[in-house]
């Protein structure tokens, strides 16, 4: 599977943005779907997922209440929905697939896209 990130931009602290995460190749029902965001230089970090059953969702604790995680099995699409925007959000974000394990590690993502750049200016 092959996946396709997009929605990024410049917003200012406390406004919205909505991240797409389109896939290809692939069955996407079949693969649980996170949210990742890494700096130059740093590791990838867990921002949040969601599961092949979309009623299972995780987060990290610096994101829950003001980010949503949601995906459309038939349009092959999954959805961050950022609230809140801090500039501490600021980042690249990545969307990659897995088929099982510990859903918060991206050594079980794979199908990684380019990511897509949010800066959030104070």
């Known amino acids: 599977v092959n996946l396709v990130e997009s929605g990024g931009g410049l917003v200012q602290a406390g406004e919205s943005l909505r991240l797409s995460c389109a896939a290809s190749?692939?069955?996407?029902?079949?693969?649980?779907i996170g949210w990742f965001r890494q700096a130059p230089g740093k590791r990838r970090a867990f921002v949040a997922a969601v599961a092949i059953d979309p009623n299972y969702t995780y987060y990290a604790d610096s994101v829950k209440g003001r980010f949503t995680v949601s995906r459309d099995n038939m349009k092959n699409t999954a959805s961050l929905e950022m609230d809140d925007l801090k500039p501490g959000d600021t980042d690249v974000y990545y969307c990659?697939?897995?088929?099982?394990?510990?859903?918060?590690?991206?050594?079980?993502?794979?199908?990684w896209g380019q990511g897509t750049q949010v800066t959030v200016s104070s």
């Open positions: 190749g692939g069955i996407f029902g079949n693969y649980h």
């Open positions: 990659g697939a897995s088929e099982g394990g510990d859903l918060m590690a991206a050594h079980f993502y794979y199908g």
